[in-house]
């Protein structure tokens, strides 16, 4: 083919799909770090640092991007998005179908650390902005290359662009079949006014989420009944979760004070030693109630009276630990939250140290207030994580829920994202997020 024809715009496009393809060989359509530089990545909405990465289509409503760089020369990093269906596989479009600007984009915003014994930089974008912006609803992938290292793919962050559409979900909480002590589960219906479904089995996917989570996530393609414009899903058992305990949390805001759950703080010459008290096993002990922030992080600092809080705030090496009789041979155990992506990542993995009788592990975090629990992952049979093992499950305990409505009609090339909706187990009010 003579591409020569097509002129510029055509030879860029066709320039950057073969660039993509060729750096994009590591590439996992999820949350994750890629190279050892990279930490504290955060994807939240302007302003609302607990929420969701999402936002509406055609409105002002903007998501805030950033990641510390802990190389010692600055590095230079473009960004762009990708479009994909709603389990997370890439969808049928083109760059030029979904975006509205260039098809990639510099992150031109960064900051130096300010009296930290651990130098970084921190970079930030905001998005949508006057380079890059979407036209389409449905889940999209962010990826982030690093010039210095040959457009080597250093993070990718999934992120979702709602429609204002006539979707609206009536959602109950019931209990369990045959878990009642453990396990949550959840009753919908889905009504529809401005959509026209001929399929619902086909064209409607509804996922239930469980405090931001995609790795426990429950995909519902058939409704137990379909009523006038209403779909609903109350097949028992079918959309149950372990409702957990609530989080461990640890205040790590302050490096000159301890703070809760701080047992030692040693400042070294280049980090920080934090110690934390020892952890028990919790999955035969009573519930607990106590506050939490469902697995999420936030990065504080109580040292410095300062608005800079992103490039003040030091890091930590932090040393966990939890107490076990023996190693569990089946199992490798990881810390677990928001800020390990809820993923089971080298960087979080714990050892087991036989003059203690625990598992231990010593990450790199920076000063925050960070939520977590310990996980176990099969040896042998897979990736997925398990905190029942570790932590038990109560059905008392307190959750966040949320719901994403996916639709993709006959004859189209994408899914949309035409609801969203979020919900808690204690007051069970419906937060609509238009």
Not at 97 to 110: T, V
Not at 120 to 136: D, F, M
Not at 258 to 278: A, F, K, M
């Amino acid at each position: 083919m003579n591409i020569l024809k097509y002129g510029p715009v055509f030879l860029f496009f066709f320039s950057f799909l073969t660039f993509s393809k060729a750096q994009d060989e590591n590439l996992v359509f999820n949350d994750k770090i890629y190279v050892d530089y990279i930490h504290t990545v955060q994807l939240t909405p302007i302003r609302s640092a607990f929420k969701d990465p999402i936002v509406q289509l055609n409105t002002n409503q903007s998501l805030s991007f950033s990641f510390d760089d802990f190389s010692e020369e600055t590095r230079t990093y473009v960004y762009t998005i990708q479009h994909c269906n709603a389990d997370w596989t890439p969808s049928d479009l083109t760059n030029l179908d979904y975006i509205d600007g260039l098809m990639e984009g510099d992150i031109e915003e960064y900051d130096f650390s300010i009296n930290t014994l651990t130098p970084y930089t921190r970079h930030s974008l905001v998005l949508p902005n006057q380079e890059v912006r979407w036209t389409l609803s449905g889940n999209y992938l962010l990826k982030v290359y690093d010039i210095e290292d040959d457009h080597k793919l250093v993070i990718t962050r999934r992120f979702m662009v709602f429609e204002d559409s006539q979707v609206f979900v009536d959602l109950e909480f019931i209990s369990a079949t045959g878990n009642f002590n453990t396990h949550q589960e959840v009753n919908f219906e889905v009504s529809y006014n401005d959509l026209r479904v001929d399929n619902p089995a086909r064209e409607i996917t509804v996922v239930l989420r469980q405090n931001q989570r995609w790795d426990n996530a429950i995909y519902a393609n058939r409704p137990r009944s379909e009523g006038k414009q209403t779909l609903k899903y109350n097949t028992r058992g079918k959309f149950s979760f372990g409702g957990g305990k609530e989080f461990r949390y640890l205040d790590l805001r302050s490096v000159e004070q301890r703070r809760h759950n701080v047992s030692q703080i040693i400042e070294g010459l280049n980090t920080y030693d934090v110690t934390l008290y020892s952890d028990e096993m919790r999955s035969n002990k009573s519930f607990l109630r106590q506050p939490d922030m469902n697995g999420r992080f936030v990065i504080e600092n109580t040292d410095q009276a300062t608005r800079d809080k992103n490039i003040r705030s030091d890091y930590a090496d932090v040393l966990f630990s939890l107490n076990v009789n023996q190693e569990l041979e089946a199992y490798d155990v990881y810390l677990s939250g928001q800020f390990t992506d809820w993923q089971p990542h080298p960087r979080y993995k714990m050892v087991y140290n036989d003059v203690i009788h625990a598992y231990v592990a010593k990450p790199k975090l920076k000063q925050g207030v960070y939520d977590y629990m310990y996980t176990v992952v099969p040896k042998k049979g897979g990736t997925k994580m398990d905190l029942t093992e570790l932590e038990g499950n109560w059905y008392e305990t307190e959750n966040d829920y949320s719901l994403l409505i996916y639709y993709h009609p006959f004859g189209a090339r994408y899914n949309r994202l035409v609801g969203y909706y979020n919900y808690n187990t204690i007051d069970q009010n419906r937060i609509n997020n238009r």
